[in-house]
């Protein structure tokens, strides 16, 4: 075993087994709070969703209870009283009322479903009644009956909690008012649910969503939950405690806490329930036994204590059996450097380890690819700095010569002149040689002149052009010189395309050399096509002839100074067209297709310089 695998050995046993040692005290320590820390935030959605489900039901009452008032006041109108019973049985089995009650439009009953001595009794004093009759107001509200209101409404003996005295009952009623087709109120409905004892209507929907026991107090009597019984004990008639009872009856504020229900504790929710005016007049509650809730922390527990045996496991056979392989990926590393140490950039290294140092091997790798492209990079920045010597030279050569050729040209065209008037009269045959003289002095000229103006350097004046007038400008120069007499010129010119940020002028240098070549490589006629397109970063201006084509070993000569295969010309012009656009940021490609086709492609930025 190598020295590297046996530290790993001694450096995985010390930091694997002391931390997850220590780790674990911890865990265990905060894993009771987490539980409880997310069985509270169980219980906050929890009464949020059961408060759902009660006003869903209070809700659900409404419309119960508005739906009956077009069947109601036609058996009404039509004195179907024994009907109207009849067929308000099956109502009130099918959604579960408590009671059922029809007045006539001055608040004596004529049907109540649920207590019959109630008919002929009159309800005008009930509140909500009186609001239905008098002014069509419908009401649901959580409301308390006392005795005497319990027994009016047929509803005491089923309301009675063992062990509670002086019965009152917490109920939910939808009072609306019974509207003929006229729009004019001719009685009243008054339907509800009792909650004393009813776990169907509210609880047991509770538990369905959330899992969670409730329960609902009226004050601070349960007087309907699913709490479980514990032998001859059951939860309903039990207190809530008198003190957390007061912060949320009296306070108005929601509590959660630990709490014992039936001898055994809970980790438990409750907020207020509202009657019609507002007042706190009950409670509803949710909860969780705390067993339940330690019990996961508890499983948790034995689980992490499980992991950590097994993780220290795990670490001592990855240091004894594993160790060896990132010995040997260590080693692969140090023979890659010594590779490049020595000067080899083509060396890279292939670890396929899966971890750190196979990511160390592939950084390893970019990082000899990107010496090798500094390298190159570098090469080509000594061999423009090699030309652009040169090119100083030359310009500096060029502009002595220039001074110095001119003044010789100068005299030679003097000299033809003086002798073109001398011997003019005498021999007729040679005007003709001197004027050849003056024209090929004058082409020396523009020879000097083109060598100066592109070893001069060159300024751009940028402003925003539109590139598709840039050449459309430079064929109408082109086009007045007669310069398309055998070309078809075919322009494929997006008028979508933005402006571009360049200098006009040298831009529309670029496009007249670029026309002239492509004309030249026509010499028997041709097709010139000129298109312009937006791609993600650039806009792009494409010039293609179908001319006599470029030899594939010349394409990357094009751009260099002075190389041209053309009788005359010095080859500077793709030299000063690349040296302009590259002063715009752009670039100039060139490409040779099928049937000698060339395209020249000058690309430049949509944003332009600056």
Same mark, same amino acid.
Request: neutral net charge.
């Given at each position: ?219 601070? /009597? ?341 190389? /041209? ?31 000698? /086709? ?13």
């Amino acid at each position: 075993m190598g020295k590297i695998q046996h530290k790993l050995v001694q450096v995985l046993l010390i930091t694997s087994t002391l931390p997850l040692i220590i780790l674990a005290v911890i865990a265990i320590f905060f894993l009771d709070k987490m539980a409880i820390n997310d069985m509270r935030e169980r219980l906050k959605n929890g009464l949020s969703v059961s408060m759902s489900i009660y006003d869903n039901v209070c809700g659900g009452l409404k419309y119960i209870v508005r739906d009956q008032n077009r069947r109601v006041y036609t058996l009404i109108n039509e004195d179907q009283i024994d009907l109207l019973k009849n067929e308000y049985r099956k109502v009130v089995k099918s959604n579960k009322l408590d009671f059922f009650i029809v007045t006539d439009k001055r608040g004596k009953v004529i049907v109540s479903m649920n207590n019959p001595e109630l008919e002929g009794r009159s309800l005008a004093r009930d509140p909500y009644v009186h609001k239905a009759l008098f002014k069509g107001q419908f009401n649901v509200s959580t409301e308390i009956l006392s005795a005497e209101e319990l027994n009016k409404f047929g509803l005491l003996d089923k309301a009675e909690i063992p062990g509670i005295e002086n019965t009152e009952a917490l109920i939910i009623r939808s009072t609306f008012p019974v509207i003929n087709q006229n729009e004019i109120v001719i009685g009243s409905m008054v339907a509800g649910y009792l909650l004393n004892n009813n776990n169907g209507i509210i609880v047991e929907l509770i538990k369905k969503d959330t899992g969670l026991v409730s329960s609902i107090f009226m004050g601070n /009597t349960r007087i309907c939950s699913n709490v479980p019984s514990q032998g001859n004990e059951y939860a309903i008639g039990s207190k809530f405690d008198s003190a957390r009872a007061k912060y949320v009856l009296e306070e108005g504020k929601d509590y959660i806490g630990h709490i014992w229900v039936m001898k055994e504790k809970y980790l438990a929710a409750y907020t207020p329930i509202f009657n019609g005016d507002k007042r706190i007049i009950g409670i509803l509650g949710i909860g969780l036994p705390e067993k339940s809730v330690f019990w996961l922390r508890d499983s948790l527990t034995k689980m992490f204590i499980i992991a950590v045996l097994c993780s220290v496991v795990l670490a001592l056979i990855f240091g004894f059996y594993r160790g060896g392989s990132i010995v040997f990926a260590i080693r692969k590393l140090r023979s890659g450097m010594e590779a490049v140490i020595k000067g080899n950039y083509e060396h890279r290294i292939k670890v396929n380890s899966k971890d750190e140092i196979e990511e160390l091997s592939d950084y390893f790798n970019k990082m000899i690819s990107r010496l090798q492209a500094a390298t190159k990079e570098l090469m080509e920045t000594e061999k423009r700095l090699i030309q652009s010597e040169r090119m100083a030279a030359i310009g500096r050569m060029a502009a002595v010569l220039s001074h110095e050729l001119k003044n010789v040209f100068a005299g030679i065209q003097t000299s033809a002149y003086y002798l073109k008037g001398k011997i003019a009269k005498n021999h007729p045959e040679l005007p003709q040689s001197f004027r050849d003289i003056e024209e090929e002095i004058g082409h020396a000229n523009n020879i000097i002149e083109g060598v100066l103006n592109f070893t001069r350097p060159k300024n751009i004046l940028l402003g925003e052009a539109d590139l598709n007038q840039i050449i459309e400008d430079a064929l109408a120069s082109l086009e007045k010189q007669g310069l398309f007499k055998k070309i078809e010129v075919i322009k494929e010119l997006d008028p979508n395309i933005p402006v571009v940020n360049v200098d006009k002028v040298q831009m529309k240098e670029v496009f007249l050399n670029l026309v002239i070549n492509a004309v030249q490589a026509m010499p028997e006629g041709g097709e010139l096509t000129l298109i312009t397109r937006q791609s993600e970063k650039f806009l792009e201006a494409e010039v293609i002839d179908n001319g006599l084509g470029i030899p594939e070993e010349n394409l990357e000569k094009l751009f260099i100074p002075f190389f /041209t295969t053309k009788s005359k010309g010095l080859g500077l012009g793709l030299c000063i067209i690349k040296e302009i656009v590259e002063k715009h940021g752009g670039t100039v490609e060139v490409k040779a297709g099928l049937n000698k /086709t060339t395209s020249f492609i000058v690309k430049l930025p949509l944003r332009g310089l600056g």
